[in-house]
């Protein structure tokens, strides 16, 4: 089994050779809207994104599209040029208002992304159709497999053709990149990139959570990382605070069984600033961060921490993650998974 200074080392290794070398420094860039957030690579090819990336699902949660417009004006008029999203986000609606707010005034300026969690072949060829329809363009930036689950789910939606689906856009021009999504457990990514392998196959990106508490349960930082770095491949994080859980907070993907008030608000007990949470994921060789935020001043809060970045030495970063520690687990981490 491989040491944590194994892994260390290697992780640091392929951050230098890979991805870290493009953003260490930090610096940010013009174009025609204004000032642009620092740019972080995010394809083997050398595109580049902002280093933060607005989620797509909090901007649905809001009915009144005006508040939605203004979270996207005030997304790019801060150097915003990442934007997150998918086809089940509010059945669509967070692909509408971008739609209607985003991509008719800026689509030249932006790297725009959306994912389908459909299982066939067919369902998959629909949800690009309504994707671009409802997004009001002809091509996306990136279009991402959406919440690889288990070994078996990566089986059947491969079986039902979807992988073929996602080739065929990208050959065709409809999507420039194609990408992965997984939430649960890092096995499934470290199964998925070998069945790639196989068939002589590469993506280009994958989502998955990272945040301070993973290091210590079932981590996708120290099994899946490594593996997404050596291939070159574009790394969103997600689920940064744990979807809010680590605020006390009950998320979409909590189970059932736990009770709110099992789940431990790590950042007043362990006195972890929201800044520092952050500042721990862009420490990792990252192209982006993804964060949902469904108000102004939460998009404004994420951003500062970017645009005042504290880079992190390796130990402040295990002084995070020990502070953390006795709290990692099923009740934070709750959209994680134990299997194999």
Known sequence: METRREFLKKTTALAAFSLFSDWATGNTTDDKLGKVLPLRRITRNGEKSTAFAMGGYHLGIPEDPDEAERMVER????????FDNARVYHRGRSE????????????????LMTKSASRTAEAVRKDLDLSLA??????????????????????NRLNEGILDVFLEAKEKGKTKYIGFTSHQNPS????????????????????????????????????????LLEREYGVIAMKTMAGGSMMGKRIDTTPREIATEDIPDVVSKTGITYAELH????????????SGCDTIQK????????????????????RLENKVKPFAGYYVENYKRVFG
């Open 75 to 82: 997304a790019i008029e801060m150097g915003v040029r990442f």
């Open 96 to 111: 509408e208002y971008y739609g209607r707010f985003l991509t008719p005034k800026y689509r030249e300026h932006i790297f």
């Open 134 to 155: 409802a997004l009001k363009t002809d091509y996306l930036d990136l279009w991402q497999i959406h919440t690889f689950t288990t070994k078996e789910d990566v089986d």
């Open 188 to 227: 499934t990514i470290l199964y998925f990139l070998d069945i790639l392998k196989q068939r002589g196959l590469e993506m280009d990106t994958c989502q998955m959570p990272l945040n301070v508490c993973d290091p210590n349960f079932e981590s996708f930082q120290h099994r899946a990382l490594p593996a």
């Open 279 to 290: 500042q721990y994921v862009y420490a990792l060789p990252i192209s982006s961060l993804c």
């Open 299 to 318: 998009l404004e809060d994420n951003i500062a921490v970017l645009q005042n970045l504290k880079k992190l030495s390796r130990t402040d970063m295990e």
